[in-house]
């Protein structure tokens, strides 16, 4: 790998963080910024996360744009409609169960009687 890394930055200065840009001759920056980074992250999602009918290229049909924070949102509320269970969903995104209930908390209400439903459904589908 860091074989890659002297011809990503092409004689440029190593700005020593874990993602570089490839460097151009119009930029001989290759350290991100947060406006750069979101631009990387959404035109990857554009191009490989998104599925598009027309050219049978995309892993998620359905899939909007979005930015690198969503990713936060969507593995906190899957796991905790999975589960839920704030605890292991704070383990998942690095935080506390408090931030998680907080802010993800708003899709267990209703989700509770479904979820303990299940879990007793696979109790008895097993016995």
């Known amino acids: 790998?860091?074989?890659?890394?002297?011809?990503?930055?092409d004689g440029a200065?190593?700005?020593?963080t874990f993602f570089v840009k490839t460097v151009k001759w119009t930029s001989r920056?290759?350290?991100?910024?947060?406006?750069?980074f979101y631009e990387a992250w959404r035109l990857t999602i554009q191009r490989y996360g998104i599925y598009n009918p027309y050219?049978?290229?995309?892993?998620?049909?359905?899939l909007l744009p979005h930015g690198p924070h969503n990713v936060r949102d969507v593995l906190a509320t899957h796991i905790l409609k999975q589960t839920g269970?704030?605890?292991?969903a704070s383990y998942a995104i690095q935080?506390?169960?408090d931030?998680?209930?907080?802010h993800y908390g708003r899709f267990l209400p209703h989700d509770k009687a479904a979820?303990?439903?299940q879990i007793l459904n696979r109790v008895w589908e097993t016995a």
């Open 29 to 36: 920056d290759a350290s991100y910024n947060q406006t750069t």
């Open 85 to 88: 269970s704030y605890e292991q």
């Open 55 to 62: 050219t049978g290229r995309g892993a998620i049909e359905g």
């Open 95 to 97: 935080d506390t169960p």
């Open 1 to 9: 790998m860091l074989e890659h890394r002297p011809v990503l930055l």
């Open 115 to 117: 979820l303990a439903a």
């Open 99 to 102: 931030t998680v209930a907080k």
């Open 13 to 16: 200065a190593d700005p020593g």
